[in-house]
């Protein structure tokens, strides 16, 4: 079963069955949507000659044209003969958006069958049922029918985004675009009929432009298949998971919402994962955080945390939360060097300590923050730096961002920043956008720190 | 000891002691910004005789005027005297902004002695030393030395914010901002030589203008009047704690920081606060999200949480969050009455489930989410509802905003929503500004539920 999806994310041809021309229509949004992004399609409608220029086809089989994909926006109980037709015409890949299949109750159990049924020893592979499909920015291709109108997309990058949520992948486009983050593609893989996520895992696996595979899942295909591969990938390429249903009435949601079970107990899950090194979110917005630390840094190579800030009370937080990781002690505060201290306190103000935390206080400026970071990463005892960049204090610039910038992206040790400005989203997309890794709370940078130590340990043990 | 403190948030007339033409100095900036206040502003400087066209007094005796604040942005070593100069001439409040006492080494301790020996036994009083003074949106004083250009300020509202750290405070200012929440007042402590937070307690605990109270505390002045003062105010009026010093590290960090020691172990505090009814934060953003939440609810009377949402994953990571809460069962999933589940099955998509978490589908419309949030008020098993706002889907507009004002403010089950759109940060605000207590993520929504949960619990206790 597992050939080549390259079709699926980049289709020659693409046939939208239930094309519609009356506005707000899923089948219009969408058709709209996909004759936007630069390649051939084919409305397919028994009603309709025309739709929005295009001629409109009864049939799929009446398209003159091989089809890589078809998307079919059609009430569950006319979408299996449409998928029928595809499968006899030879279609490669198939999104069957409706709704009303395995999540449904008993009808929609047998119709999801069917379809299963359909494709059968074909050549045609299922995306879906109820499914919002793809987003390939680097294709240009978009069948979400949240279209770029209402929601944000961001741009081609390194991060692969499977979900078994459309709405969550959604969320997690947005989050990624408002962070600054790129997407080599996301995939919604609804009810799970054919292609899963083991599948998918495969396919980025081996996907160049892939660095990092994040994962919405409500439950697994196979759950030992899953650590299996998963553990597999993991050496080479990050994984980072988010996945829910870890409790009763979450479980029993997650059964409603995609048809699926989420048999095992948590914490076999959680023991499972962690064995096969792959990182596991908390919510969605961890997801995109962890996903971004990873396809910037890969991961880091040590537990010792430097902290550095203008702001004491900052500094106090952080330590807080690095030392709190009691549970799994990936982390700790740096001890920094002699030689280091006196070098702090040959550039800090008189009545600032050298220790870590670092507290250079709200009298800081530019240069000193720069001659004090130059002086942490060459400390042989500090893994990582987390940096507290605040643009608040009187003494410092925008020039800070680019000190940043620079001393970030060097062969040298980490830097993480925790961002705190007045214009706080635009100065975060800056800040990311010049190639630090950051966030706008010491929680999230310390958290994103944690999965680049622990995947760093994962990544010492398998070799 | 335990005055008015009202001239301290109102004064009539301010000294900035070690005022400065210069540019970019503190003494500059606070002046400038004191005197853009629309108060009588006199600069002291015994270097200049006019300062941004004031007239400048060499010593505070000089100054033709009671004075009712002296804020002093001199080195700790020249200080003393000023605040001596002050004490001298009746001054009723002196914020004291110099760095370099208590947090300072030997030294630094010995100059603080002597801020508290200036004051034994008359009326004048310190905030301070080594803080950025308040900051009083209804009485236009603002003394904090991050000013407006460089950090945006809240409007005038219920939350009175408390802080040890000045940069905490600035990012409480800044985050109760982009949330729409307003403050009475801000006060940073500083090293706290003589006013503190029991005083400051007291003070907002009679407030009409304040709601709720919003502590940053890196270590107590008194630990057990603390949680005796905290304990009674509480009753009445809800306060929000974010402690650090919480490790080790962290609290060797607030030592350097503030001079303060964290001695006592944090299970010990964790066990007296809660004891106390006062609610705690994990950091500085979820103090500004539980804030918000006391101050416009209150309290919620049950922990049956429903949980309603148009994307059927946000639902399943809701639930989880919901049902994670075990080690305190503060709450759980609703079990939806009969008649609810009837009324959910004519309103909802034939494909739609009607059970908690309900998930309305991406199918929904502006009216069915209406008679949906009508039908959950109606229910008496549901005491609050969590209502996953996505204006994402092709069926519902802007208009579902007013929908969930409408809902929220009728005095009926509370509901909190999760707001999830393209543009997040102003709708979120636009949100908010409706009168609906929103956050942009379950687990912040699902957090602060919990929280309204635990000080309903703690009321019925205590009365």
Redesign the interface.
């Given at each position: 079963m597992s050939g080549d999806l390259e079709p699926l994310f980049n289709p020659g041809s693409v046939a939208v069955i239930g094309a519609s021309a009356t506005p707000?229509k899923?089948g219009n949004?969408v058709f709209a949507s996909l004759k936007g992004g630069g390649r051939e399609v084919f409305p397919v409608n028994p009603n309709e000659t025309e739709i929005l220029g295009s001629r409109c086809y009864a049939s799929v089989a009446d398209v003159p044209s091989e089809i890589d994909l078809a998307l079919v926006a059609l009430p569950?109980s006319l979408s299996v003969d449409s998928v029928r037709d595809c499968v006899d015409k030879g279609v490669k890949f198939i999104v069957v958006a409706s709704?009303?299949f395995g999540?449904?109750?008993e009808d929609?159990r047998e119709l999801e069958a069917q379809l299963v049924e359909a494709i059968a020893g074909r050549e045609t592979r299922i995306l879906g049922p109820n499914t919002m499909g793809l987003f390939v920015p680097g294709t240009g291709l978009d069948t979400l029918?949240?279209t770029p109108e209402?929601?944000?997309r961001p741009k081609a990058g390194p991060v692969a985004v499977v979900?078994?949520?459309?709405?969550?992948a959604?969320?997690f486009l947005?989050k990624a675009e408002?962070a600054g983050m790129g997407v080599s593609a996301c995939v919604c893989l609804g009810n799970r009929c054919d292609i899963d996520e083991l599948e998918l895992i495969d396919h980025f696996a081996l996907d160049d432009g892939t660095k990092c595979i994040a994962l919405?899942l409500?439950s697994f295909s196979d759950g030992r298949a899953f650590v299996g591969r998963a553990g597999e990938v993991a050496r080479e390429k990050p994984i980072v998971l988010l996945k829910?249903?870890?409790?009763?009435?979450?479980g029993?949601?997650?059964r409603?919402?995609?048809g699926s079970l989420a048999v095992s107990s948590d914490a076999v899950v959680e023991g499972a994962i962690r064995q096969a090194g792959v990182a596991r979110a908390?919510?969605?917005?961890e997801l995109v955080d962890i996903s971004t630390a990873f396809s910037a840094l890969g991961h880091v190579d040590g537990g010792r945390v430097c902290v550095v800030?203008?702001?004491?009370?900052?500094?106090?937080?952080a330590?807080?939360?690095?030392?709190?990781d009691t549970e799994r002690d990936l982390l700790s505060?740096a001890e920094l060097s002699d030689s280091t201290r006196e070098r702090l306190g040959e550039l800090m103000p008189?009545?600032a300590?050298p220790?870590?935390?670092v507290?250079l206080?709200?009298?800081v400026t530019d240069d000193t923050y720069d001659q004090v970071l130059d002086t942490l990463q060459g400390d042989p005892g500090v893994d990582v730096i987390l940096m507290s960049l605040?643009?608040?204090?009187?003494?410092v610039s925008t020039e800070l961002i680019d000190i940043a910038a620079r001393r970030a992206t060097l062969d040298r040790t980490p830097i993480i920043a925790t961002v705190?400005a007045?214009d706080?989203?635009a100065t975060l997309r800056q800040v990311t956008g010049s190639g630090v890794v950051a966030y706008p709370?010491?929680?999230r940078s310390v958290r994103s720190i944690e999965a680049l130590v622990e995947r760093g340990r994962y990544l010492r043990r398998s070799t």
């Open positions: 707000g899923i949004i569950s709704s009303g999540e449904g109750g929609g029918f949240v209402r929601s944000r979900s078994q949520s459309g709405a969550v959604i969320s947005e408002s919405y409500e829910t249903g870890r409790t009763t009435a979450g029993r949601a997650a409603l919402h995609t908390a919510d969605e917005e800030a203008s702001a004491g009370g900052f500094g106090v937080i330590a807080d939360f690095v030392e709190s505060m008189a009545f300590t220790s870590n935390p507290d206080t709200a009298g605040e643009l608040q204090a009187p003494g705190s007045k706080q989203s709370t010491m929680r």
